[in-house]
C-alpha cells in the first residue's frame, strides 16, 4: 500500500497517459472479435522497447484491463464475444439488446468492470508484497522447485488433452535451450547462426504463437455482418444498483480466486460467478432471459481476475494466463525479472504498476462511454482490411526492435506452427511456460548440483524446495484425480442411454 501511495504522489504524467492509451487499445482489441487481450497486448509488445520500463509496463498491464471490458461489447451488441472471459455476458447481454436495452446492458457491464477491477487492484496491493517476502529466502534449489511448481500448472492449462499440454510445454522447453549454455558458455542448437547465439527471445515466440497465428486463422473464415449503429450506454439506477450488489460481490469473489490460482483465468470466474450468482438469485427465473444480474456476476469477476492475475507473476514470476505471460514478455524486456526480487531491487517498478492500474480502472469508466462510436466503427470494417493493418503493426513493431529480417522469420515460422497448433487443438499456455520457465530452471538445477556435488539429496534438504516440490506434487495428482474422474462420469453418462434401452 506504501508503494502505491508514493507513486500516487509523485505521479508523472508520462504514466497516467500509458494508463489512458493502455485502456483506449485494449477497449478496442477487445472489441475486434477474435483478438483477445492476449494478442491486443502481444501487438503492442514491440513497440514497448523505446519506452522507459514504468511506462512499458503500465501501458501493457493497462491494455489489459480494457480488453477484458471490451470483450462485452460485440458479446451484448452481436451476440459474439470478443474475449473468451466474456461469453458469459452472451446469455443475458445479448437477450437485453433484443428486448431494447443496449445501452443499459453495456452500463451494467461497464459499472461492474470498474467495480471489479477497483477490487482486484485491492487484492493485488495487499498480497503481492507479503507474498514475496516469504521468497526473498530462495537458494538455487528453491528457484528451481518454484519453476517446476510454474510447469505443473500444465496438467490444469492442457485443455482436452494432458499429452497435448505436455508436447507444447516440451516445445516451449527445447526453443529456451537454444543458444549460449548458461554454465559453461557454449553455444548450442545454434545451426551456424549467429542470430541464435543469444537464444530466441520470447517476445518472438508470443506475438508468432498469438497474433500471428491468429491472421492465419481467420484468413480463412468468413466476414461477418456487423452492427451498424452505437446505442447510447445507460448507467443502472440506485435500486438496479443495491439489486446488483450480491452478483456483483459473487463475482469479485470468485475473481480474486480463479486469478491467483494459475491457469484458471477470467473464463471460468465468469462462468463459475453466473452459476453462483442464479443460484443465490431472487429472480432466477429472469436468468437467460435478460437478467441484469448475469451480465453484473461474469463482468465483475473477469476485471478483478485482470488485477489479481498478476499476483503469481509479482510474486513468484510464474505467469497463470497468457495475458500475464505477455506481460512477463514486457518485463524481461527491460531487465526486470518478476519474483522475489524485484520488490526490492525495482519497488519504485511495481509502486507505478499499482498506481497506473489505478487510473486505468478510473479511467475504464470515462473512456468506455467516449470509444463506443469507435469500437462500433472499427467492428463494422472488412475483415481483410482488420488483418492488413495488424499485420503491418507485428511486422513493423518487430523489425523496430533490432532492425532484423532474422527475427521476421522466426515470428513468421512461429505463426505457422502456432496456426497449426490451433488446428490440432494444442495449448499455446504451456508452450510458452516451457520458454519462459526453461532457462530458470535448466540454470538452477546446474547450480544446486555444483553447490551440492551433484547430489541431488540437496532439493530435498532445501526447505523452500521440498515444500515447492511437494505442493507441485499435490497440484499434478490433484489435477490427474480431476481429469480422471471427470471421464469416468462422462463415460458413465454415455452408457445411461443404451443401458436404458436394452
Known amino acids: 500500500m506504501d508503494a502505491l501511495l508514493s507513486s500516487l504522489a509523485n505521479l508523472e504524467f508520462y504514466l497516467a497517459l500509458a494508463a489512458v492509451l493502455g485502456v483506449a487499445w485494449g477497449i478496442v482489441g477487445g472489441a475486434l472479435p477474435g483478438i483477445s487481450p492476449s494478442i491486443t497486448m502481444a501487438l503492442l509488445l514491440p513497440f514497448t522497447y523505446a519506452l522507459e520500463p514504468s511506462m512499458a509496463i503500465v501501458l501493457l498491464a493497462s491494455t489489459y484491463v480494457g480488453a477484458e471490458y471490451g470483450g462485452s461489447i460485440p458479446a451484448i451488441l452481436i451476440r459474439t464475444p470478443g474475449t473468451n472471459a466474456a461469453a458469459a455476458a452472451v446469455i443475458d447481454g445479448y437477450e437485453m ?13 461497464l459499472y461492474s468492470g470498474v467495480i471489479g477491477s477497483l477490487i482486484g487492484l485491492l487484492a493485488l496491493v495487499l498480497l503481492s508484497e507479503p507474498l514475496a517476502k516469504l521468497a526473498l529466502a530462495f537458494t538455487p534449489p528453491a528457484y528451481f522447485a518454484l519453476g517446476i511448481l510454474g510447469l505443473s500448472v500444465i496438467v490444469s492449462l492442457s485443455g482436452e488433452s494432458l499429452v497435448k499440454g505436455l508436447i507444447a510445454a516440451l516445445l516451449g522447453l527445447m526453443i529456451s535451450t537454444i543458444g549460449t549454455d548458461p554454465v559453461s558458455g557454449i553455444s548450442r542448437f545454434t545451426f551456424g547462426f549467429s542470430d541464435l547465439l543469444s ?10 504463437l498469438f497474433a500471428m497465428s491468429e491472421l492465419l486463422k481467420q484468413a480463412s473464415t468468413q466476414d461477418e455482418v456487423r452492427v451498424k449503429t452505437a446505442p447510447r450506454i445507460q448507467f443502472p439506477d440506485n435500486a438496479l444498483k443495491k439489486r446488483l450488489i450480491l452478483p456483483q460481490s459473487i463475482g469479485a469473489l470468485f475473481g480474486g480466486f480463479e486469478g491467483v490460482m494459475p491457469g484458471a483465468g477470467g473464463t471460468i470466474a465468469s462462468f463459475m460467478s453466473y452459476n453462483e450468482a442464479k443460484r443465490w438469485s431472487k429472480s432466477k427465473h429472469e436468468f437467460g432471459k435478460g437478467s441484469p444480474e448475469g ?3 461474469p463482468e465483475t469477476a473477469n476485471n478483478t481476475v485482470a488485477e489479481t492475475s498478476l499476483i503469481p507473476l509479482l510474486s513468484f514470476g510464474i505467469p497463470g494466463s497468457n495475458s500475464t505471460a505477455i506481460l512477463l514478455g514486457g518485463f ?3 531487465g526486470l525479472i518478476p ?3 524485484l520488490f526490492s531491487r525495482s519497488g519504485e517498478i511495481v509502486g507505478d504498476l499499482y498506481a497506473g492500474l489505478l487510473i486505468a480502472a478510473i479511467a475504464l469508466l470515462f473512456i468506455g462511454i467516449t470509444i463506443m462510436p ?3 466503427w472499427l467492428v463494422n470494417r472488412p475483415r481483410p482490411y482488420l488483418n492488413a493493418f495488424i499485420l503491418a503493426l507485428i511486422m513493423s513493431g518487430i523489425y523496430s526492435i533490432n532492425n532484423s529480417l532474422f527475427e521476421l522469420s522466426v515470428v513468421l515460422v512461429a505463426g505457422i506452427i502456432g496456426y497449426f497448433m490451433r488446428l490440432l487443438k494444442f495449448p499455446f499456455l504451456p508452450t510458452v511456460l516451457g520458454l519462459v520457465l526453461g532457462f530458470m530452471i535448466e540454470s538452477n538445477f546446474r547450480r544446486s548440483l555444483l553447490l551440492s556435488g551433484d547430489e541431488l539429496s540437496i532439493f530435498v534438504s532445501d526447505r523452500i524446495s521440498l515444500v515447492l516440490l511437494s505442493v507441485a506434487g499435490l497440484f499434478i495428482i490433484g489435477s490427474l484425480a480431476k481429469r480422471l474422474l471427470q471421464t469416468l462420469i462422462g463415460n458413465s453418462e454415455k ?4 443401458s436404458a434401452e436394452s
Open 97 to 109: 439488446n433484443r428486448q431494447g436495452k443496449a445501452g443499459l446492458a453495456l452500463g451494467i457491464s
Open 199 to 208: 537464444g530466441i527471445q520470447p517476445i518472438l515466440i508470443m506475438v508468432g
Open 295 to 297: 451480465i453484473a456476476a
Open 332 to 334: 524481461l524486456i527491460h
Open 339 to 341: 519474483g522475489p526480487m
Open 374 to 376: 469507435a469500437c462500433i
Open 495 to 498: 452408457q445411461l442411454p443404451s
